[in-house]
């Protein structure tokens, strides 16, 4: 649903950080920060050897790991400048869910967000910058609720953004040039790894059109479309890193919302098409096939009680990519979430037999986990 921020590491900093702004010298402009980080105890794994963070048999024999450590700024308006709107965040550490050898810092610093907005009256806002891309809804847990959603979850790219309201309806109109800044970051953060990297391939320019329709009090259907290119980054010349790729994605979705109960579900079928990108689909890093084709089906059931929330996120997903013989996968992420104070705690367990790789291509693979994420705003 358009820019909604969901709960964390990818998310529950921007989820709640309106509600914990420290007033800024400057009128008009708010300041507020975080930390998080993130126990880790992964049960099992397809993923081992001795330099993996996803090994099993390590865990057992130390009991599992503190990680994921973040420091978080957050600089938004306070509606102090007339109809101009901003917002950032940054963040710094390894908790800041960024890919290092994929961003436009090389470091562990990276920008979650930064956009520019006006606000032509009090039902429309246009975004210059990187922000939410309108596609179907965001989870409310800390992250393993993302499941297979991966390539079409929390992605923040880098464009123009037109969001707006009209009686029952919310709309988005937005161009994305690239998915992060630089010549050739492929990083997001949150929904990093699934959009190819530095030296394979990137995705831009991409126009994205949202539609939401609440058309029963606490029901909501909407449908969400982006299409866009695809630019080879495994070419040694500028002339050989050709756009000629392109991507599509269609996204239904469905959400209720009534007392302490909400529901959602979301289906999306995706399609990228590597012809044309000679030397990434030459390179070891290429797909099955040069025409990548999949389905996912996603759910998040929710009960809220004062400052307790139990949840269940869960979901399927399918390829239909020649070559690829990856069976259909599933995965289910049962959780708690507290509210107790200047922060959250999160209790979760992620089990999954198969994910989404960096091609968007559906691969098997076991791994479970469980974790605790601790975060504190100020």
């Given at each position: 649903?358009?820019?909604?921020?969901?709960?964390l590491?990818?998310?529950?900093?921007?989820?709640?950080?309106?509600?914990?702004?420290?007033?800024?010298?400057?009128?008009g402009?708010?300041?507020?920060?975080?930390?998080?980080?993130?126990?880790?105890?992964?049960?099992?794994?397809?993923?081992?050897?001795p330099?993996?963070?996803?090994?099993?048999?390590?865990?057992?024999?130390?009991?599992?790991?503190?990680?994921?450590?973040?420091?978080?700024?957050?600089?938004?308006?306070?509606?102090?400048?007339?109809?101009?709107?901003?917002?950032?965040?940054?963040?710094?550490?390894?908790?800041?869910?960024?890919?290092?050898?994929?961003?436009?810092?090389?470091?562990?610093?990276?920008?979650?967000?930064?956009?520019?907005?006006?606000?032509?009256?009090?039902?429309t806002?246009?975004?210059?910058g990187?922000?939410?891309?309108?596609?179907?809804?965001?989870?409310?847990?800390?992250?393993?609720?993302?499941?297979?959603?991966?390539?079409?979850?929390?992605?923040?790219?880098?464009?123009?953004?037109?969001?707006?309201?009209?009686?029952?309806?919310?709309?988005?109109?937005?161009?994305y040039?690239?998915?992060?800044?630089?010549?050739?970051?492929t990083?997001?953060?949150?929904?990093?790894?699934?959009?190819?990297?530095?030296?394979?391939?990137?995705?831009?320019?991409?126009?994205?059109?949202?539609?939401?329709?609440r058309?029963?009090?606490?029901?909501?259907?909407?449908?969400?479309?982006?299409?866009g290119r695809?630019?080879?980054?495994?070419?040694?010349?500028a002339?050989?890193?050709?756009?000629?790729?392109?991507?599509?994605?269609?996204?239904?979705?469905?959400?209720y919302?009534?007392?302490?109960?909400?529901?959602?579900?979301?289906?999306?079928?995706?399609?990228?098409?590597?012809?044309?990108?000679?030397?990434?689909?030459?390179?070891?890093?290429?797909?099955?096939?040069?025409?990548?084709?999949?389905q996912?089906?996603?759910?998040?059931?929710?009960?809220?009680?004062?400052?307790?929330?139990?949840?269940?996120?869960?979901?399927?997903?399918?390829?239909?990519?020649?070559?690829?013989?990856?069976?259909?996968?599933q995965?289910?992420?049962?959780?708690?979430?507290?509210?107790?104070?200047p922060?959250?705690?999160?209790l979760?367990?992620?089990?999954?037999?198969?994910?989404?790789?960096?091609?968007?291509?559906?691969?098997?693979?076991?791994?479970?986990?469980?974790?605790?994420?601790?975060?504190?705003?100020?």
């Open positions: 649903m358009a820019d909604n921020k969901r709960a590491p990818a998310l529950a900093l921007g989820a709640i950080s309106p509600l914990l702004l420290v007033q800024n010298a400057q009128a402009a708010e300041l507020s920060a975080g930390v998080w980080w993130v126990y880790q105890y992964v049960d099992k794994s397809d993923f081992g050897g330099n993996s963070a996803f090994d099993a048999d390590l865990d057992r024999e130390t009991g599992g790991n503190f990680a994921d450590p973040a420091f978080i700024l957050y600089a938004d308006d306070d509606g102090g400048y007339g109809p101009w709107r901003f917002s950032a965040e940054a963040r710094i550490g390894r908790g800041s869910f960024t890919d290092v050898n994929n961003n436009s810092s090389g470091d562990t610093f990276a920008m979650h967000k930064a956009w520019i907005g006006y606000e032509f009256n009090d039902h806002l246009l975004k210059v990187k922000s939410q891309v309108p596609f179907g809804w965001k989870t409310g847990n800390f992250w393993p609720g993302d499941g297979l959603q991966g390539g079409y979850g929390d992605q923040m790219d880098v464009g123009f953004k037109l969001s707006g309201d009209a009686g029952d309806f919310h709309y988005d109109a937005a161009y040039h690239q998915d992060d800044w630089g010549e050739d970051s990083d997001t953060l949150d929904d990093n790894g699934h959009w190819g990297t530095s030296d394979s391939y990137r995705k831009l320019k991409t126009g994205v059109l949202n539609l939401d329709w058309f029963l009090e606490g029901h909501t259907m909407g449908a969400s479309v982006q299409y695809m630019q080879d980054l495994t070419a040694d010349t002339s050989g890193r050709k756009a000629d790729g392109e991507h599509v994605a269609y996204d239904l979705h469905y959400l919302q009534r007392g302490p109960w909400s529901f959602k579900y979301r289906f999306v079928d995706a399609r990228r098409d590597f012809g044309g990108l000679d030397a990434f689909l030459a390179s070891d890093a290429a797909p099955a096939d040069e025409e990548v084709k999949t996912r089906h996603v759910a998040e059931v929710m009960y809220q009680n004062r400052n307790w929330a139990y949840y269940l996120d869960g979901g399927v997903a399918s390829t239909d990519t020649r070559n690829n013989d990856a069976g259909d996968v995965f289910y992420a049962p959780g708690i979430r507290y509210k107790y104070g922060g959250w705690l999160y979760e367990y992620l089990w999954s037999d198969g994910d989404i790789d960096a091609n968007g291509d559906v691969y098997e693979g076991n791994f479970n986990a469980a974790y605790v994420a601790f975060d504190f705003y100020f």
